[in-house]
């Protein structure tokens, strides 16, 4: 068996944490590896926007790199990603049909791989199974800013959903979404958690971590990782130290870059908040680092704190708690399939800096309580592997793949 695996700007070997890579690239890597080592052969297709040679790598057994080359498209014009798709499509197309390679199945990543993916499908006849990863309206529900291609993504969502065999949701809010918001008939939804790589995410000492990362004082550690953009609320973590700091000493580790159309905006917010509080010697920002080497800073931080407006998993989250670390989240989408309240850390239902910090302070001030969550925390997260995932992605491959029909939109029909 031999999947497509449609992965439009989120590169399996780029650095995530700032601009379009995120945890969608750990994703994808992931899974596609966990398929290979399953027997389930992979091709992940990728943009590579300005370049003109096409590049093909062989990552692994049985997993390989298509980096294909996309004109770059005016940033004046309306949508310069959008306008890639129908290019980037035909690249990957005709890679397809060059190599002579057959393929079972097509797996999109995002509504932008989706609108190639949905070309894949029709031109090459085989079933198509996709992971949005992020939902327009999803995120249009809980007020977070919006952008002007917003009509166009909502569109696109629909037809993708229409024309899909199967489509993967990480957690019981997105399966929400989906029925509710996308009217997705029940049985085309495959839950699908997420999963962590227990080489690097797995429990270890404070004391030796924090030595590791320069801090060797006993001042707690609130760490926050990931891309810096208003909908993941990094500007809150500093109000949240600001906060907290009120009460006791304690210090911010951010790791991470801007990303996003309002990612640089909410970059100058953290660094404004930082000195409205005076807290330079208190924040430390490191740019985003190899996911490997972010096992050590979770492991030295006391709380690990997801401020996020809306989440379809949270792997921050996950990897926090599979190295021991209590994580303080907001009460939002897959933060609540990730973290059991109460037990492996702390659901915040007011998104402020009071109630925040708040929860972070219990969690400081109460050490048994605190090594107690931990301990559960890590347990809890042995529960998600990527392995496990990927059984779950193969099962549906299978089923897709014999179905007798293609599904078809109506748009498509
Ligand atoms: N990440 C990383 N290096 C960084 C910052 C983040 O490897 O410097 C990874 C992090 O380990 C996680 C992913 O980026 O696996 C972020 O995933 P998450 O689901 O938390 O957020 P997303 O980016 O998908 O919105």
Redesign the pocket.
């Known amino acids: 068996m031999r999947l497509a695996v449609i992965s439009y700007h989120a590169s399996p070997v780029a650095?995530?944490?700032?601009g379009v890579?995120?945890?969608?690239?750990?994703?994808v890597r992931a899974l596609a590896t966990h398929l290979a080592r399953a027997g389930i052969d992979c091709d992940i297709f990728s943009a590579n926007v300005g370049t003109t040679g096409e590049q093909s790598f062989r990552l692994e057994s049985g997993l390989w790199l298509h980096s294909l080359p996309v004109r770059p498209h005016s940033p004046g014009s309306s949508d310069p990603d959008y306008l890639g798709i129908p290019e980037f499509a035909d690249r990957v197309v005709e890679q397809m049909l060059r190599s002579s390679v057959r393929y079972d199945a097509v797996h999109a990543n995002y509504w932008l791989s989706g609108v190639a993916a949905h070309r894949v499908k029709h031109d090459l006849n085989i079933p198509m199974i996709t992971t949005f990863?992020?939902l327009e309206k999803a995120k249009r529900a809980v007020g977070a800013l919006v952008d002007d291609r917003s009509s166009l993504r909502m569109h696109q969502e629909a037809r993708i959903l229409g024309c899909s065999d199967a489509v993967l949701a990480s957690g019981h809010d997105e399966a929400k979404w989906l029925l509710e918001m996308y009217q997705a008939p029940e049985e085309k939804i495959v839950h699908l958690p997420?999963g962590i790589d227990r080489a690097f995410f797995s429990p270890g000492s404070s004391g030796p971590a924090r030595e590791a990362i320069g801090f060797d004082d006993d001042v707690p550690i609130m760490l926050y990782?990931?891309?810096i953009q208003s909908l993941?609320g990094t500007a809150l973590a500093v109000e949240t130290l600001a906060a907290l700091r009120k009460h006791r000493g304690a210090r911010l580790v951010i790791?991470?870059?801007p990303?996003g159309f309002d990612g640089e905006q909410e970059f100058r917010r953290v660094r404004e908040l930082i000195s409205r509080h005076s807290l330079e010697r208190w924040v430390t920002v490191?740019?985003?680092?190899?996911?490997e080497?972010?096992s050590t800073y979770y492991r030295a931080a006391d709380v690990v704190v997801?401020p996020?407006v809306s989440?379809?998993?949270?792997?921050?989250?996950l990897?926090a708690m599979g190295c021991g670390t209590p994580v303080v989240a907001t009460d939002v989408g897959g933060l609540r399939t990730v973290v059991d309240d109460g037990q492996t850390g702390i659901l915040v239902r007011d998104r402020n800096a009071t109630a925040f910090a708040a929860a972070v302070e219990a969690l400081l001030a109460n050490p048994v309580r605190h090594r107690v969550m931990a301990q559960r925390a890590a347990s809890r997260a042995e529960s998600f592997t990527w392995a496990a995932s990927a059984g779950r992605l193969a099962g549906a491959v299978e089923r897709i793949v014999q179905q007798e029909e293609l599904v078809n939109c109506m748009s498509c029909a």
């Open positions: 650095v995530p944490g700032s890579n995120g945890g969608m690239n750990v994703y990863h992020t997420l990782v990931g891309r993941k790791v991470g870059g990303s490191l740019d985003p680092m190899p996911h080497l972010l997801v996020s989440e379809s998993f949270g792997l921050v989250a990897e």
